[in-house]
T-cell receptor, first 118, second 106 residues
Framework: DTGVSQDPRHKITKRGQNVTFRCDPI?????LYWYRQTLGQGPEFLTY????????KSRLLSDRFSAERPKGSFSTLEIQRTEQGDSAMYLC????????????????FGPGTRLTVT | GIQVEQSPPDLILQEGANSTLRCNFS?????LQWFHQNPWGQLINLFY?????KQNGRLSATTVATERYSLLYISSSQTTDSGVYFC????????WGAGTKLIIKP
């Protein structure tokens, strides 16, 4: 069990550019979550997947954001036409989540990708 | 939606002191987790505790689900305990408090 990994750890980009982040969950975990955290705040939910299905999206996830988990393993989060307000830490988490029914499972977090938009 | 409040927002203690952090939530929940966020931003799982009491070394936690609160106890604080402590409750996603920033002085 190598834990949740994220790549890259840091990204600096210019306003208007597109960026893509990757998350590799714990191997036997079926649920994968994306959160965003700004300085001095707790994380905020963005979206989550049960296997390859994206089951919920926050209203924070504007149409410039898209997330995929094509084979139910790793996930990518893309931000198009980045804005300075997108600067934040993007956190990925995974949990066991055996089925689509809501059963709570402990979530485990990766180290995050820190995005700075200049 | 569910509201999560943590107190105190900031806490400064000398090494060796004990502390109690509180988390109140506004509705019944299926899951509650405590995390420690280190200075590099990594969230470290402390407890998964929807109800009852758990202990892990110098840390322990109690959740009283019927009264909608949870407490995190840290005994004999060490400088490595410094960081931000978050409580989060699950409503298919985790809903987070604003955290308690803990500074342990040597």
């Amino acid at each position: 069990d190598t834990g949740v990994s994220q790549d890259p750890r840091h990204k600096i980009t210019k306003r208007g550019q597109n960026v893509t982040f990757r998350c590799d969950p714990i191997s036997e975990h079926n649920r994968l979550y994306w959160y965003r955290q700004t300085l001095g705040q707790g994380p905020e939910f963005l979206t989550y997947f049960q296997n390859e299905a994206q089951l919920e999206k926050s209203r924070l996830l504007s149409d410039r954001f898209s997330a995929e988990r094509p084979k139910g393993s790793f996930s990518t989060l893309e931000i198009q036409r980045t804005e300075q307000g997108d600067s934040a830490m993007y956190l990925c988490a995974s949990s066991l989540g055996l089925n689509r029914d809501f059963d709570p499972y402990e979530q485990y977090f990766g180290p995050g990708t820190r995005l700075t938009v200049t | 939606g569910i509201q999560v409040e943590q107190s105190p927002p900031d806490l400064i203690l000398q090494e060796g002191a004990n502390s109690t952090l509180r988390c109140n939530f506004s509705d019944s929940v299926n899951n509650l987790q405590w995390f420690h966020q280190n200075p590099w931003g990594q969230l470290i799982n402390l407890f998964y505790i929807p109800s009852g009491t758990k202990q892990n070394g110098r840390l322990s936690a109690t959740t009283v689900a019927t009264e909608r609160y949870s407490l995190l106890y840290i005994s004999s604080s060490q400088t490595t305990d410094s960081g931000v402590y978050f409580c989060a409750v699950e409503d298919y996603q985790l809903i987070w408090g604003a955290g308690t920033k803990l500074i342990i002085k040597p």
